[in-house]
Nanobody, 128 residues
Framework: QVQLVESGGGSVQAGGSLRLSCAAS????????MGWFRQAPGKEREGVAA???????SYADSVKGRFTISKDNAKNTLYLQLNSLKPEDTAMYYC??????????????????????WGQGTQVTVSS
C-alpha cells in the first residue's frame, strides 16, 4: 500500500526559503514517478515539479529556477526546495506517486489526474 506523508510547510516572508519532504513507502522508486503539486483556495490543483524513475525532472514554468525537486532513494524521501518564494506560491502542497507507465499513459508527469496516490498536504504561506 502506497503511503505518502508530507512535512516542512510553514509561513515565510517573500524571498524566503522552505524545504518540503515527502516520506514514501509501499512502492519501488525504480518504477514510480513522483511529483509535487499545489492548490490555492479557489484554484485548481496544478503541477509544480516532478521526477521520473530515472531521475529526470520537470518543472512548471512559474517555478523554474526557484524550486528544485530531488529524491533520496536510501531514505525513501522526496524533497522540494523552495527558494525566492513569492506570495503567489501560497498554497497547500501535495506529494503524489504512481507507476511511470500509468503516469505517461494518462496525461503526463506534471498533470494531477495522472496520479492515484496522494499525501495529505502541507501548507505553504508566503507574505509580502
Amino acid at each position: 500500500q502506497v503511503q505518502l506523508v508530507e512535512s516542512g510547510g510553514g509561513s515565510v516572508q517573500a524571498g524566503g526559503s522552505l524545504r518540503l519532504s515527502c516520506a514514501a513507502s509501499g512502492f519501488s522508486y525504480s518504477t514510480y514517478c513522483m511529483g509535487w503539486f499545489r492548490q490555492a483556495p479557489g484554484k485548481e490543483r496544478e503541477g509544480v515539479a516532478a521526477i521520473d524513475s530515472d531521475g529526470s525532472t520537470s518543472y512548471a514554468d512559474s517555478v523554474k529556477g526557484r524550486f528544485t525537486i530531488s529524491k533520496d532513494n536510501a531514505k525513501n524521501t522526496l524533497y522540494l526546495q523552495l527558494n525566492s518564494l513569492k506570495p503567489e506560491d501560497t498554497a497547500m502542497y501535495y506529494c503524489a506517486a504512481d507507476r511511470c507507465r500509468v503516469v505517461y499513459g494518462r496525461f503526463g508527469i506534471l498533470t494531477p489526474v495522472s496520479y492515484n496516490n496522494w499525501g495529505q498536504g502541507t501548507q505553504v504561506t508566503v507574505s509580502s
